[in-house]
């Protein structure tokens, strides 16, 4: 640390605002808000920082700014909207191509409805954001259906009408447009039709239909039936658009559910919005980070990102846990409705638990497409295995993977296994098993260096290419055996781990301490699953040949059995179970009538 930034360090204010953290080029890589930046920015220079990615980024940092603010709430909305204009390397942010398309409603004395993906803040209206193009497409159809808005250009005002400048088109002619152009519908019927569409964006459908209604009765009873029956059919479709809207839950409340599935450096976010107890949309969100974040944080900054300040916001949020700076951001809600949001986690099974659920199940899809995508764009190495490269230092893709696994109890019927994964996935011809021979009694480490030694001495001699990586199940005492006996045998430039249970830590050669791969890794799911189907196959492998010598011993209890018949009995017969309640014609068959004689009378005296 130079010496400017350490007195920076030491005369900083305890008071809210935003730091921005600057690397050796002067770039920013990192901006966070506080509420106290005194507390907030000495704590990631603490020598308690454990988290590999935040001690790497604050090992660049060079310099840093501030900018104090009056409150916490103000330190968001600055926080947020310089993430968005700087793209620090080390903030989570928001992974899209291009901008997402809203819906605008267009600032004018005769509103036009359309699709756009440029924000004028000219006081048009905007719906959105759409991240699913096709929900943008019926939202449009279906105004288009049941509303007479203008598709035309025009600039329509009063002056334009009363100078006679625009005529009619084939949209009034084919009853599309109520014709404003020429003054055929006033400014204020048709800004009300403008606002019945703009209550269809935001899913009050049943409200319109109920608002439809009493205008239909009025007009029924003015003897205007033909304006009622425009009506009733415009009710009959907006029904039928209801009824495909699905009733998730019964209080008829808004909310919006929000769930986060995150693996590494990758971050989807579903949000289910329900407007009077139906669900009426739903958005995918792409984030990205450079450092290990809590779903706390990544709440918080997936909250930021959505609720622009064309976003809906009902009064409640469903989220899986309180979001980090859970006050300033309900207050920056708060601020930007003009009412009381409050955010849920819903503890026992309800329907806000079961949507919570259901969005949770979303999130994973999206996520999964997330990593297809990046698959694809890599080529065919699977995306766990890029992963498992990088998160191991590894210097090549770890397509083919050994993994050690030693079973015994109290010494007894000592046994290894070794399974192969290749491709991520397990190649069970390619699996072994060992009857450890050389060891006497409870002893992994000698028993590790037997398999070790007789696994890899034979792909010396034969000559054959080792595996990607090598794996034992164990710590630091099963890993220095097996790297003894590979250095013993030759090997140069090989790969090897250790994984233990206790804590899921990883064990590199040549250092004494464990290493951890971030819990929602798929590269660790991919070392726990090689790691357990090692141990399954031993223990399978040890649950035999225990099985067997009891099974045996048994048949050893019969006078005249010896030990090869008795084997011999097991092979054909499988059991005991079988061996007892077999006639003498199999018995015969299997081990001669002499001695089938003595096993039938054992077993039927």
Known sequence: ?????????????????????????????????????????RSYFHSSVDNPKTLIMIKKVVDLQLIVTDSEVEALVLENNLIKELKPRYNILLKDDKTFPYIRITNEPYPRIFTTRQLIKDGSKYFGPYTDVKSLKKS?????????????????????????KF?????????????????????????????????????????????????????????NFEKAAELRDKIDQLKVYSEKQKIVTTDALDRDIISIANEDSDVACTILNIRSGKLVGKKNFKLSTNMESALPQLYSSALRFYYNEYVDIPKEIIVEVTPADEEAISLWLCKKSERKIKFVVPKIQSEP????????????????????????????????????????RLKNIPKKIECFDISNIQGSDTVASMVVFVDGKPKKSLYRRFIIKTVDGPNDFASMQEVIQRRYQRVWDEKEPLADLVMVDGGKGQLSSAVEILNDIGFENYEIIG??????????????????????????????????????????????????????????????????????????????????????????????????KLVFEHYNA
């Open 1 to 41: 640390m130079n010496k400017e930034l350490e007195t920076k360090l030491q005369n900083l204010p305890s008071k809210p605002g935003i730091y921005q953290f600057f690397d050796q080029k002067e770039n920013i890589i990192y901006v966070g808000k506080a509420k106290n930046l005194k507390n907030r920015v």
């Open 140 to 164: 449009l159809r279906m105004i288009n259906q049941i509303f007479k808005i203008r598709s035309c250009k025009l600039n329509i005002n009063q002056e334009s009408i009363d100078q006679r």
């Open 499 to 596: 994984l233990a249970k206790r804590l899921e830590e990883v064990f590199f050669p040549g250092i004494s301490e464990a290493q951890t791969i971030p819990k929602t890794s798929s590269s660790l799911k991919l070392l726990q699953a090689v790691r357990d189907e090692a141990h399954r196959f031993a223990i399978t492998f040890h649950r035999e040949r225990r099985d067997k010598r009891t099974l045996t011993t048994e048949l050893l209890e019969i006078k005249g059995i010896g030990k090869k018949i008795a084997e011999k009995l097991l092979t054909d017969f499988n059991s005991i179970e079988e061996i007892r309640t077999a006639n003498m014609e199999k018995l015969a068959a299997s081990v001669g009538a002499a001695k089938a």
């Open 353 to 392: 638990k079961a949507l919570l659920e259901m969005c949770k199940k979303n999130a994973v899809l999206h996520l999964k497409d997330i990593q297809l995508q990046k698959m694809k764009k890599e080529g065919n190495t699977p995306y766990i295995l890029s992963a498992l490269k990088r998160d191991l």
């Open 167 to 223: 005529k009619v088109c084939l949209d009034f002619h084919i009853k599309k447009c109520d014709g404003p152009c020429e003054g055929l519908i006033s400014e204020e019927k048709y800004n009300a039709m403008v606002d019945q569409a703009a209550k269809l964006l935001r899913g009050k459908t049943d409200q319109l239909i109920s608002e439809l209604s009493e205008e239909m009765m009025i007009e029924s009873t003015s003897l």
